[in-house]
């Protein structure tokens, strides 16, 4: 072709042809080879080093594919894994701080890599105006590229800060804890341990009251081999309640109720047998007083402030459940003062009142309804919804739920949580006509939780007060 022809091949400082000249390729005023250079620059986190094969840097290309070609195979093995290698992951500390630093450490890279891809190619000659076109793309690139790892990171320490917040270090929280049955520091907790048992307590603290009540109090009785769950359920009204130190029954009024024993231990820790630290004297006293009115050892607690159950609904978007009582609510609360029969999503507000109120029921129906609650967000709740919400999730857990189940514990519990999630779940509740709350027969009360705990075990079908959750749950 003729000299100066755009379509030849003649190399040059103005050359349209590609010639590498000090390792950029040149082009006069071709913009296609600016546009060239920004395109590979903007697929080099996903195909890093073609832009250094392309300039003549066959070492530091093959060494980025290399490089590439292992994070890949890391990240399928990661996925083959699953959802239990990412609940296992979001429990431990010290891998979060490892994930962190690395997607820290990567986004850096990947700006790089974006910035040395984009020097190797650009075409030399470019006017002023082309220059700095190319370097604000190049900028846009960088910043949409770091910003993925970046939010990895930082939903890394937000979890980090959460578990080191919330969940104490230890195979257990107290010796009272170990003696009640809590696992082994092992590589297989539950060998020896065939339940786990964890006290579920709601606490409704209000305005204007002194001292927390703790207005739901269940034992979730869990099979660790197979997931199935049993929820033992007594009523915040029982009275002539053995408040249990840990090796003997301390004074306590026959006309106070059990929500009141929580409160006591606050307020008195020096009912508790021993003097080994424990993170909430009213829970740990409560913990024991289950634990010897139910016959069963129980090691852990698990308490959520209930004004913050609005929250945690909101969060995630709603609760579907099926209301089958009309119930009433207060009218600064809903609108409507009424929840109506029928099969809905209910808000946050909706939800608190729905397992709060009392008008024209009773502590029975408001104990079946709250259950109803958990059952239907433990179900609904999936993985998308919870990462949605995960910034506003932490941030409520860590200011409203308050456990002494310890860190090293988590990771087998996200485990044996796999196994729940597709169990069955039966429940039972200590209240009339089956048990008086003014006068209540405890050693009843001990013999019908010990047959439950047979019949969960053994896959026996509920009957009699013993029900299927969700049956009537929606």
């Not at 960088?142 to 990895?152: D, W």
């Not at 307020?267 to 024991?288: I, Q, S």
Request: proline content about 7%; aromatic content about 6%.
């Amino acid at each position: 072709m003729a000299e100066g022809d755009p379509g030849g091949d003649e190399t040059g400082p103005h050359g349209t042809g590609g010639a590498a000249t000090g390792g950029h390729e040149t082009g006069g005023h071709g913009t296609w080879g600016l546009v060239r250079a920004l395109l590979i620059a903007a697929v080099s986190p996903v195909l890093p080093g073609i832009a250094q094969l392309r300039s003549g840097r066959v070492r530091l290309g093959a060494a980025l594919l290399g490089a590439q070609a292992l994070l890949v195979g890391g990240a399928v093995a990661a996925a083959w894994r699953g959802r239990s290698l990412f609940l296992e992951l979001s429990v431990r500390p010290g891998w979060l701080l490892a994930v962190s630093a690395g997607c820290v450490v990567l986004a850096g890279l990947w700006a790089v890599l974006i910035i040395h891809s984009y020097a190797v190619l650009v075409p030399d000659g470019l006017s002023p105006l082309w220059r700095a076109a190319g370097a604000t793309t190049v900028s846009v690139l960088c910043v949409l590229a770091v910003l993925p790892p970046l939010t990895i990171a930082q939903y890394g320490r937000i979890q980090r800060d959460l578990v080191e917040s919330l969940f104490g270090e230890g195979t257990s929280a107290s010796a009272a804890g170990r003696a009640a049955g809590a696992p082994a520091d092992t590589a297989d907790p539950w060998a020896d341990t065939p339940r786990l048992n964890v006290l579920l307590i709601g606490g409704d603290a209000d305005v204007g009251r002194p001292g927390v009540r703790t207005d739901s109090m269940t034992l979730a009785s869990v099979d660790t081999r197979t997931g199935n769950t049993l929820l033992l359920s007594l009523p915040r009204n029982l009275q002539h309640v053995p408040v249990w130190s840990g090796t003997k029954r301390v004074p306590f009024p026959p006309e106070e109720l059990l929500n009141e024993v929580y409160d006591n231990g606050v307020h008195h820790p020096g009912l508790l047998a021993g003097d080994e630290h424990v993170r909430n004297t009213g829970a740990e006293l409560l913990k024991r007083t289950v634990s010897h009115i139910l016959g069963r050892p129980v090691p852990y607690y698990a308490m959520v402030d209930m004004r913050s159950f609005r929250q945690i609904v909101e969060a995630v978007g709603g609760v579907r459940v099926c209301v089958e009582h009309a119930v009433p609510v207060p009218k600064e609360q809903v609108p409507s003062g009424v929840l109506r029969p029928g099969c809905r999503r209910l808000t946050g507000r909706e939800a608190l009142w729905y397992g709060r109120s009392r008008t024209d029921s009773d502590d029975y129906a408001r104990m079946s309804r709250q259950k109803c609650l958990m059952w239907a967000l433990a179900r609904q709740a999936g993985p998308m919804t919870v990462l949605r919400s995960f910034q506003r999730l932490t941030k409520v857990f860590k200011y409203s739920v308050n456990t002494d189940l310890p860190r090293e514990l988590l990771p087998p519990l996200v485990q044996l949580s796999a196994k729940i999630r597709n169990a069955e779940i039966t429940s039972l509740q200590f209240v009339p006509p089956i048990i008086s709350t003014w006068r209540p027969d405890y050693r009843k009360i001990k013999a019908m939780a010990a047959r439950a705990v047979r019949d969960s075990a053994a896959g026996v079908p509920a009957t009699g007060a013993l029900h299927v959750l969700g049956d009537g749950c929606g």
